[in-house]
């Protein structure tokens, strides 16, 4: 009952969130003397953090209308190509001048690991300039009805397989985090059997390969727990109204309530900051700290199979790493991988994914041909600064682009410098 509890308590919190926004408003309409003063934007502020605090955060939009192109803003369209049940594929339409090159095809595929793909807005923000981009928006699993069926780490695998043959011969498949390890199991599906629409290049990012290498807090909880203990404790059922009432789910606020948990002291003193900035008349300040929690509290339900089957999968029985792994009954062999250029890329105080973890794809494809390969840590960064904020702009997103335009068949290659100064390249 914990899912309908939860519930129960947005509703009844919902005047109250009701009554603060109108406060706020009030408090601090620019005809009410009193929001010219401290007295009154501190009233103001401590009326717009409860509302905050106690609001559900809906999906937020990609919001990226242009792309800046030699000096031009070039028009961005949002186009669902394809879609399933769980997903759409949105591709990022430039409205390129006759003869631009559109550079190498990218598939991004984002996390299914309680967040929106809207969080990897940065990512797609930074590669648009020099690549035709697409990116998997997975759906929510509480607006899935159960008349659609389930959804586990083998229909994962069979979607990213789908979308490929969909784009065609020559994609460049880049997986954050989570999606490292289908990813790479359907390129080793698809090599093995011989498929053409394989990808040219397939980058991964922070991503969980085999979590016995320097086991983060994440891999403990899950290695020290038997997987009938998150059978037990963390699936619910999603309740009425939602359109898929009764599918037996993985909430994501109990995925917010563990990544927040770990750094708990730091959200808090965010949240003392945004109300001093607040009172402080501080605009660009506060507008920073609505838009990260607009999209770091925006969370989506997983489905429990596919929730339950990933932790089985990669963190309990490091099936991938041990060559163990499965789909549909058949095995997934790595070293079926021989056509497929491998990027892996890893952020040095990375608290999810520990250093290596990422960097061991490069050990089980052996496969690959040495000239085909290629391992970047960057320093200083932890988790969300592989894929996002300025040292990805400055320092991962150029590789990205150059090493998917070097390993593609129809866009002139970029020189990739095999040792990189100012990082850690091998």
């Known amino acids: 009952m914990f899912y309908q509890l939860y ?25 009410n003397p009193w929001s010219h003063t401290v007295v009154g934007r501190s009233f103001s502020a401590g ?19 242009t792309t800046p192109i030699n000096g031009e803003a070039i028009p961005v369209e949002e186009e669902v190509v394809w879609r399933k049940p769980f997903c759409d594929l949105i591709h990022f339409k430039r409205h390129l001048p006759a003869g631009t090159d559109k550079g190498p095809r990218i598939l991004i595929v984002a996390p299914m690991s309680g967040h929106y793909a809207t969080l990897l807005r940065g990512t797609v923000e930074a590669l648009l300039p020099s690549a035709d981009v697409y990116i998997t928006d997975w759906i929510d699993a509480r607006m899935v009805p159960v008349t659609d069926g389930d959804f586990d780490l083998d229909d994962y695998i069979d979607y990213v397989i789908e979308i490929l043959h969909h784009l065609g011969p020559d994609t460049n498949v880049v997986a954050v985090c989570q999606p490292s390890v289908p990813v790479l199991a359907a390129v080793a599906v698809m ?8 990808p040219a290049s397939m980058t991964l990012m922070g991503g969980p390969i085999d979590t016995r290498i320097n086991p983060t807090a994440v891999n403990q909880l899950a290695q020290n727990k038997p997987i009938e203990w998150f059978r037990d404790n963390v699936i619910m059922q999603v309740p009425w109204p939602q359109p898929g009432v009764m599918r037996s789910v993985y909430p994501g606020f109990l995925q917010l309530s563990g990544f927040m948990s770990m750094n708990l002291d730091r959200h808090m003193i965010a949240h003392k900051e945004f109300y001093g900035h607040l009172v402080k008349n501080d605009g660009d300040s506060a507008e920073k700290h609505r838009d990260f929690y607009d999209e770091y509290l925006a969370v989506m339900d997983l489905t429990a199979e596919f929730y339950l089957q990933t932790v089985d999968t990669v963190f309990i029985k490091h099936s991938l790493p041990k060559g163990e792994m499965l789909h549909r009954g058949k095995p997934v062999d790595t070293k079926a991988i021989r056509n497929v250029a491998l990027l892996t890329v890893e952020g040095e105080n990375d608290d999810i994914s520990g250093v290596g973890q990422t960097k061991a794809a490069q050990t089980i494809c052996s496969s690959i041909p040495d000239e085909m390969r290629m391992h970047y840590m960057q320093p200083d960064v932890g988790h969300y600064g592989v894929f996002n904020g300025s040292r990805f702009r400055r320092e991962i997103a150029p590789r990205i682009i150059a090493f998917a335009a070097k390993h593609s068949k129809g866009v002139k290659a970029t020189p990739v410098k095999r040792v990189i100064k100012g990082g850690k390249a091998s």
Not at 47 to 65: I, N, S
Not at 191 to 198: L, R, V
């Open 7 to 31: 519930e129960l308590n947005h509703a009844v919190m919902a005047p109250f969130r009701a009554t603060a926004d109108a406060m706020n408003l009030a408090w601090k309409n620019p005809l």
């Open 47 to 65: 009326f717009e953090v409860f509302e905050r605090v106690t609001r559900r955060y809906g999906k937020p939009a990609f919001g990226l209308p």
């Open 191 to 198: 090599e093995a059997d011989g498929d053409t629409c394989a």
